[in-house]
């Protein structure tokens, strides 16, 4: 069975600063994806950023990037010049093959501070 | 265009009673998921429907629990006989391929 873990409950940081959220997982399989998922006060899960795992480069949106470590099993966050609106739950998740269930870690409770 | 949508937002109901939960997937997404969000147990999936095929219900915690998909489209999940422990956000997604898009959830207090 994957299981993720995300050993950082929760995680504060001053505004442009930059932060990285850990993730490490456990899968047999080698073809999969991760996610970063984030979910602010609203309820709302929002995609962060993807990667699917056959791919060697680090996938990055915007101030958003991920150190993707296969080997390790490690996939890293990290967020660049934060910003106040960057304050929520951010989840890391796995999902073996395509169209498959999400299986997720326990959560970074990230607030930035003006 | 708009996205996926849950009803109702919240729910309280009365421990015992039955509840049915609502999800509008993305128009032409044949991926339709269910999760529950709880403070003791984190998000965990509990039902995934993919075009025709038989679901999988391996996430269900118990018989209480069901979920339909009618017509490939909207998908209602169903708790019989409500108990304390099923309070939790009740998440929807729906999806193509490699990615799925959430709604808003449902929160359910069962008292």
Known sequence: AQTVTQSQPEMSVQEAETVTLSC??????????????????????????????????????????????????????????????????????????????????????LTINP | GAGVSQSPSNKVTEKGKDVELRCDPISGHTALYWYRQSLGQGLEFLIYFQGNSAPDKSGLPSDRFSAERTGGSVSTLTIQRTQQEDSAVYLCASGERDEQFFGPGTRLTVL
């Open chain 1, 24 to 109: 490490t997982y456990d899968t047999s399989e080698s073809n999969y994806y991760l996610f970063w998922y984030k979910q602010p006060p609203s309820r709302q899960m929002i995609l962060v950023i993807r990667q699917e795992a056959y791919k060697q480069q680090n996938a990055t949106e915007n101030r958003f990037s991920v150190n993707f470590q296969k080997a390790a099993k490690s996939f890293s966050l990290k967020i660049s010049d934060s910003q106040l609106g960057d304050t929520a739950m951010y989840f890391c998740a796995f999902q073996w093959g395509r169209a498959q269930k999400l299986v997720f870690g326990q959560g970074t409770r």
